[in-house]
């Protein structure tokens, strides 16, 4: 399954930080590419110009809470 959207932080409304797909990151220089879960830990590929990047990575041992993308 596709992830969409990662929040990371323990209060998901006011706390957390969300990272979505589609989003422009690093003042709109880089979009999220792709969310991806690897050996207990989530990853958050950046992409500019076809250059594919690692920008960050998160433990599972954070509070973390996923959406997928569904598609009808």
Partial sequence: MDI???SIGADYKSGAMH???GQDVLGGKY?????Q???SAYKIWI???EEVL???EF???MPI???YNIHF
């Avoid at 979009?31 to 969310?35: A, F, Y």
């Fill in 31 to 35: 979009v999220i590419h792709l969310i």
């Fill in 47 to 49: 992409i500019r110009n």
């Fill in 4 to 6: 969409r959207k990662i």
């Fill in 37 to 39: 879960e690897e050996n």
């Fill in 19 to 21: 990272y979505i797909v």
């Fill in 65 to 67: 809470s996923l959406e």
């Fill in 54 to 56: 690692l920008w960050k």
């Fill in 59 to 61: 433990k599972t041992t």
